[in-house]
């Protein structure tokens, strides 16, 4: 069974550009996640989606970041435009219906310059 | 005050030896317990997940959730170079929500 994918690995971008980053759940889960760490803080929850559906948004840091989740399935995280402060690992995970466990995927390193 | 406190370490220890990790935290609403490990430029890893106080164990890997005290614990049994790693606690007030994360602590196994 495939893991969590996301894409891309690695993003370059100046100040004031926009990057759209791509999660992949697992097969089945319903659950879909995004954190961010911060180079020296902890991970930090942005956001959950229940299927297609925003469930908690709270960790948004502001409305430059726009996540979607297309019919369910994969999800799409935007950042419009990027900021310096907005570099970080953003990690998406994901999990089944009733169940605590979450997989995460292996990250997407944002550096804004 | 931070929700979930773990001392970042690192924490080096000889080949075999037993790894006690720990982590705090302050808000009693938690239940559910997690270690995850984590590998340089990889994604968190779930190795444990306690429900509410109590032990657990799978392999040479046991955890220990005390909510009286609240504090939780990652015993490493026969430690190996392989688990040389970050492992980072991770809880949740229930299921299918957000969880709230240590710092991770950075673990070195000198063969």
């Known amino acids: 069974e495939a893991g969590v994918t996301q894409f891309p690995s690695h993003s370059v971008i100046e100040k004031g550009q926009t990057v759209t980053l791509r999660c992949d759940p697992i097969s089945g889960h319903d659950n879909l996640y995004w954190y961010r760490r911060v180079m020296g803080k902890e991970i930090k929850f942005l956001l959950h989606f229940v299927k297609e559906s925003k469930q908690d948004e709270s960790g948004m840091p502001n409305n430059r970041f726009l996540a979607e989740r297309t019919g369910g399935t994969y999800s799409t995280l935007k950042v419009q435009p990027a900021e310096l402060e907005d570099s970080g690992v953003y990690f998406c995970?994901?999990?089944?219906?009733?169940?605590?466990?979450?997989?995460f995927g292996p990250g997407t390193r944002l550096t804004v310059l | 005050q931070k929700e979930v406190e773990q001392d970042p370490g690192p924490l080096s220890v000889p080949e075999g030896a037993i790894v006690s990790l720990n982590c705090t935290y302050s808000?009693?609403?938690?239940?559910?317990f997690m270690w995850y490990r984590q590998y340089s430029r990889k994604g968190p890893e779930l190795l444990m997940y306690?429900?509410s106080s109590g032990n657990k164990e799978d392999g040479r890997f046991t955890a220990q959730v005390d909510k009286s005290s609240k504090y939780i614990s990652l015993f490493i049994r026969d430690s190996q170079p392989s688990d040389s790693a970050t492992y980072l606690c991770?809880?949740?007030?229930?299921?299918?929500?957000?969880?709230?994360w240590g710092a991770g602590t950075k673990l070195i196994i000198k063969p």
């Open positions: 995970a994901s999990s089944q219906e009733f169940r605590t466990e979450q997989f």
């Open positions: 808000n009693s609403a938690f239940q559910y």
């Open positions: 306690t429900y």
């Open positions: 991770a809880m949740s007030v229930d299921s299918n929500y957000q969880l709230i």
